[in-house]
Structures are given as structure tokens and as C-alpha cells.
């Protein structure tokens, strides 16, 4: 009884030496190397803003507007003679933040209300999953749109409307694992012992759920980071004078002839990270994916 215990406590399919494979792979996979690369640049930035910044971001110096790439600024200034170095490397901070926060928000909502589906099954799911389709039947800017002409401009809606529109697809995906997995003889035996329903969903059926919640997670950042960017662009997100890509570009945009690195950078900016993102999802894939291993 005891080696059954035991036997049930080790999550199935979960190696030891889980993240030592997974290092490796990520190692091989070129692309996934540089989306991890690109990201810890743009991570060291947003943390070490206040050190490496060459100028306040929010300064206003009339007497240095529209300034072109050179020397003195890296990347010119705007209309209001703000650095626009400066104000990337911040903006790195409310974009990372951004695409992590309601990223997380959705993903604990969508996972915890997939595994209920899944393994509760009847009218459970019927109402979980009919209410993900009311969700995935709208796109999601437009549904998050709503929300924040609904709730007001500002970075806490932001992560509101984000995470209230993204959870769906998580919610379908661990809902299918768990559909599989309830079927597994681990799960049988924990039920049979005994073991309560939300500890087997927590220790037995979660963690095997964990290598695709990663792919989704590194590909759910960049599509919050564009919602926030697009949302911004639109003046339903930040507000000015923060230091927002989405904003940056917007208010360049009026400048694209006269000073076009005014909105060309932070949309640079904007499709590095969501690049890096992407590649590095890509790597996760190929790497947790059984059907691509040799």
C-alpha cells in the first residue's frame, strides 16, 4: 500500500530532469536561443532603468525637439524633446509588465476552470465551456475594447480587460488534457484510495498540464503586449505622459514624414519582444511536444 502511495505522489509523465532537458533543447534551437537572449536585454533594461536611462523620460526641453538619431540622443527626440532611448527603456517596464500580469491572471483562471470542466464533466462543463464560447465568439480587442471604454483609460483596467478576454483558450486547452488524463490509471487508483477530487487536481492533474501552460504562457505575453500596445495606440489604454510603445507610436504617427523614428522605434521595439516571445514559444513546443522528439 505504502509503494502505491507513493507511486501516485510522483506526478506521471513529469521527469526529474525536466528543466535540465528542457535548457538544453532550448540550447539547440537557435531562434529560441535568440528570443531568450533579446528578452533578458529587454528584462535588464526594464529593471536597470533608472541606471542606464541617459535621460528622464518625462523631461520636456522644447528647445530639443525633434532631434535626429546622433551622438547626444541614440534614438532622437519627440515633439516635446524627450530622449526616446529613455523612453523605451521605461516604456520595456509597462509592456513587460503588461504582457506578464493579466498573461498570469488568465492563464490561473483559464487552468483552474479547465480542470474543473474537465474532470467534473455534465453540467459543469456544459456552463464553463459554453461561457468560454461567448467569450472566443467576439474578437478579443474588440471584446477588451469594451471593457475599457466600460471601465475607464488606466493600467489597472488594462490587466482587467486583458485577463478577461484571454482566459477562454486556456480554459479549452487543460480541459482536453484533463478529459485524457482522468482516464489514466494513476487517477483511478488516487480515487480509489480515497483521495479528495481537488487533490487530485492539484498534485495528480495539474502538474502534467504544466508543459503546455508553459507554450501557451510564452505565447499568450506578446498577444497581451499587442493588446496593450494596439489598446494605447487607440487612446483607450495608457494615458499621456506615460511611457507607453503603444503610445509612443501613436502620438509619432502625426509626425511620420517630418520625424518618422518617433513612431518607427517603439514599433520596432513592440515587434522585437513579440518576436522573441514567439520564438521562444516555438522552442517550448518542439521541446515538451512528444510527437517531435526522436
Not at 521605461?90 to 480542470?115: A, E, F, H, K, W
Not at 464560447?133 to 493600467?155: C, E, I, N, R
Amino acid at each position: 500500500m505504502e509503494s502505491q502511495l507513493q507511486a501516485i505522489e510522483q506526478p506521471q509523465y513529469v521527469e526529474e530532469s525536466f528543466l535540465t532537458e528542457l535548457f538544453q533543447s532550448i540550447k539547440q534551437n537557435k531562434s529560441a536561443l535568440a528570443g531568450c537572449i533579446v528578452l533578458l536585454i529587454f528584462i535588464s533594461a526594464a529593471v536597470l532603468a533608472p541606471y542606464i536611462a541617459p535621460y528622464d523620460p518625462y523631461h520636456v526641453d522644447m528647445s530639443q525637439q525633434f532631434q535626429k538619431p546622433s551622438a547626444q540622443y541614440l534614438l532622437g527626440t519627440d515633439m516635446f524633446g524627450r530622449d526616446i532611448l529613455s523612453r523605451i527603456i521605461y516604456g520595456s517596464r509597462i509592456s513587460l509588465v503588461i504582457g506578464l500580469v493579466p498573461t498570469i491572471i488568465s492563464m490561473m483562471i483559464g487552468t483552474m476552470l479547465g480542470l474543473i470542466a474537465g474532470y467534473y464533466g455534465k453540467k459543469t462543463d456544459y456552463i464553463i465551456m459554453r461561457t468560454a464560447d461567448v467569450v472566443m465568439a467576439f474578437p478579443s480587442l474588440l471584446l477588451a475594447m469594451v471593457v475599457m471604454y466600460t471601465l475607464g483609460a488606466s493600467l489597472l483596467n488594462i490587466f482587467i480587460a486583458i485577463s478577461l478576454v484571454n482566459w477562454a483558450g486556456t480554459a479549452r486547452v487543460v480541459r482536453s488534457q484533463t478529459l485524457v488524463l482522468k482516464e489514466k490509471e494513476f487517477v483511478e487508483a488516487a480515487k480509489i484510495m480515497g483521495v479528495k477530487n481537488w487533490v487530485i487536481l492539484v498534485r495528480h492533474l495539474l502538474p502534467n498540464c504544466i508543459p503546455s501552460l508553459l507554450v501557451l504562457f510564452t505565447l499568450g505575453i506578446p498577444e497581451a503586449i499587442m493588446a496593450e500596445a494596439t489598446l494605447s495606440f487607440l487612446g483607450v489604454g495608457a494615458q499621456p505622459p506615460m511611457a507607453s510603445w503603444g503610445l509612443m507610436a501613436s502620438s509619432g504617427k502625426e509626425f511620420l514624414f517630418m520625424a518618422p523614428w518617433i513612431a518607427i522605434v517603439p514599433g520596432v521595439a513592440i515587434l522585437l519582444v513579440a518576436l522573441a516571445f514567439n520564438f521562444l514559444g516555438d522552442g517550448l513546443r518542439d521541446a515538451l511536444d512528444p510527437y517531435l522528439k526522436q
